[in-house]
Nanobody, 116 residues
Framework: QVQLVESGGGLVQAGGSLRLSCSASGRIFSFTDMGWYRQASGKQRECVAGITARGTTSYADSVKGRFTISRDHADNTVYLQMLSLRPEETATYYC??????????WGQGTQVTVSS
């Protein structure tokens, strides 16, 4: 079994920062793509940022310049540094990872609340 466990969520004021972490454990050696998604109440889940095995990154337009995704291959960990957070970014943030065999894994999510 492969498990992804997120941490680092919480309550922050608008303009503040948070750093999310996602650690993988279980019977897997490495992932290809890893990323972060978020889902606000009543809305669809959206991709926030992604990073490939080679380190190529991609971001949703709304977070470019404020969010940074990074990963540690040795620990199968992915991070999301979030700056200048906005109230509309209040959501549950999910970590996702894809194995070389094509299986996608999801974490349980961590809540981020941005107060105005």
């Amino acid at each position: 079994q492969v498990q992804l466990v997120e941490s680092g969520g919480g309550l922050v004021q608008a303009g503040g920062s948070l750093r999310l972490s996602c650690s993988a454990s279980g019977r897997i050696f490495s992932f290809t793509d890893m990323g972060w998604y978020r889902q606000a109440s009543g809305k669809q889940r959206e991709c926030v940022a992604g990073i490939t095995a080679r380190g190529t990154t991609s971001y949703a337009d709304s977070v470019k310049g404020r969010f940074t995704i990074s990963r540690d291959h040795a620990d199968n960990t992915v991070y999301l540094q979030m700056l200048s957070l906005r109230p509309e970014e209040t959501a549950t943030y999910y970590c996702a990872a894809k194995s070389y065999g094509g299986t996608r894994y999801w974490g349980q999510g961590t809540q981020v609340t941005v107060s105005s």
